[in-house]
C-alpha cells in the first residue's frame, strides 16, 4: 500500500477467526488532527479493528499503515509510534501514580530531562501533583483514567488510540477528559476512539458506523444524522417503559426508544403514525401528552443505520 501520508489509512481490511468474520473488508482514512469516531453495538468488530491497527493483531486479509507503517510487517514499530488506552486504562494498581509514569516512560525509552518535563506535564494535565506517591489502586476512577491518557501519551505519539476510554467513569468526569482529548487534537494529535456513548459522538469530527463487521456509515455526525428519512416523534407518556410494549406491533412504528421519561418513535408516516400511536397507547391505558416531529439525535441515526443492514448480533 503506498503511504498517503494520512495517520491511519486501511483498505479491505478482513480478520477471521476460523469460520467467523470479526471484520469485513473494511476501508477508511483518518486525516491529521482529526478526531475519529469508531462507533458499533457489542460485537461489531470495534476492538478486532483496533487491536490490528495497534499492532496486536495481523490482519487476514487487506491492507494498513498507521503512522506510515505497514500494519502486517511493521507491527512492533507502530507500537511505538502510538500511543493507546483501553477501557482497563492499563495501569499497575499496586504502583504509585508517579511509579507507573516512570514504568511507562521507561517502555518507551523516555528518559534524563525528557522524563522529568513528561513527568512533569503529566502530573499537571491528570491534577494528581499532590497524589504523585498514592497508590495507584486508591484513587477515584476520574484520576485513574487522566492517569492513563498521560501515560499512554508519555512519549508524544502522533497518533492516540483509544478504545471505550470512558466506559464506567461518572458524567463530570467524562466531560473533563473529553476536554482533554480535544485540546490535545487542536494541537494536531491525531486521536481514534470507539465509543458507544452517543453523546461522546458529538465530539468527533467524523464517524464510522460499523455492524457484524462491516462499515455501513462514514460521515460527519451533520452528514449521517440527514441520512435519516423516516420521521421521528417524540413522544410524553406516562409510563415510557410500558408505552414501548403497547407499540410494539403497531405497523406504522419502525422503533421505539426512551429519551428520558418521553419516547422517540420512528414510523414511516408522520400523520398516520401519530393517530396510531395515539390509538395504541390510549387503549392500552396510558396517558399521552405532546407528540411532536424532531431532528434525528446520534442515537436515533445509529439505530435507524444498524436496523437497515439487518440489525445487531444477538448474545
Not at 53 to 73: N, W
Not at 144 to 159: D, N, W, Y
Not at 245 to 263: I, K, N, T, Y
Request: overall charge negative; proline content about 5%.
Amino acid at each position: 500500500m503506498p503511504d498517503t501520508g494520512h495517520p491511519v489509512v486501511v483498505e479491505g481490511l478482513t480478520k477471521r477467526f476460523g469460520d467467523f468474520t470479526a471484520v469485513d473488508g473494511i476501508t477508511f482514512d483518518v486525516r491529521p488532527g482529526e478526531i475519529f469516531g469508531f462507533l458499533g453495538p457489542n460485537g461489531a468488530g470495534k476492538t478486532t479493528t483496533i487491536k490490528m491497527l495497534t499492532g496486536l493483531l495481523p490482519p487476514t486479509e487487506g491492507e494498513g499503515r498507521v503512522a506510515s507503517l505497514d500494519i502486517r510487517t511493521e507491527r512492533a514499530a507502530i507500537k511505538s509510534r502510538i500511543g493507546y488506552m483501553s477501557q482497563k486504562f492499563s495501569l499497575y494498581a499496586d504502583l504509585s501514580v508517579g511509579e507507573n509514569i516512570e514504568l511507562f516512560a521507561g517502555l518507551y525509552g523516555v528518559a534524563g530531562r525528557r522524563l522529568e518535563e513528561r513527568r512533569s506535564w503529566i502530573l499537571d494535565m491528570a491534577e494528581l501533583t499532590s497524589e504523585v506517591n498514592r497508590v495507584t489502586d486508591q484513587l477515584p476512577l476520574g484520576w485513574k483514567q487522566r492517569l492513563a491518557l498521560g501515560c499512554a501519551l508519555v512519549h508524544e505519539p502522533p497518533i492516540l488510540f483509544l478504545d471505550e476510554p470512558t466506559s464506567g467513569v461518572d458524567p463530570v468526569a467524562r466531560r473533563r477528559f473529553w476536554d482533554l482529548v480535544t485540546e490535545m487534537a487542536g494541537r494536531g494529535t491525531t486521536v481514534f476512539v470507539s465509543t458507544h456513548y452517543m453523546e461522546e459522538a458529538e465530539y468527533c469530527h467524523r464517524l464510522a458506523l460499523l455492524n457484524r463487521g462491516r462499515l455501513i456509515a462514514l460521515d460527519t455526525p451533520r452528514g449521517l444524522r440527514h441520512r435519516v428519512v423516516e420521521p421521528i416523534l417524540k413522544v410524553a407518556t406516562d409510563d415510557a417503559p410500558r408505552s414501548i410494549d403497547a407499540l410494539a406491533h403497531v405497523p406504522e412504528v419502525l422503533d421505539a426508544a426512551m429519551f428520558g421519561r418521553a419516547l422517540h418513535v420512528t414510523v414511516d408516516d408522520r400523520e398516520e403514525g401519530e393517530r396510531r400511536i395515539r390509538e395504541a397507547l390510549e387503549g392500552a391505558g396510558r396517558q399521552v401528552g405532546a407528540i411532536a416531529l424532531i431532528e434525528p439525535s446520534l442515537e436515533d441515526v445509529f439505530v435507524s443505520l444498524v436496523r437497515a443492514e439487518g440489525g445487531a448480533v444477538v448474545g
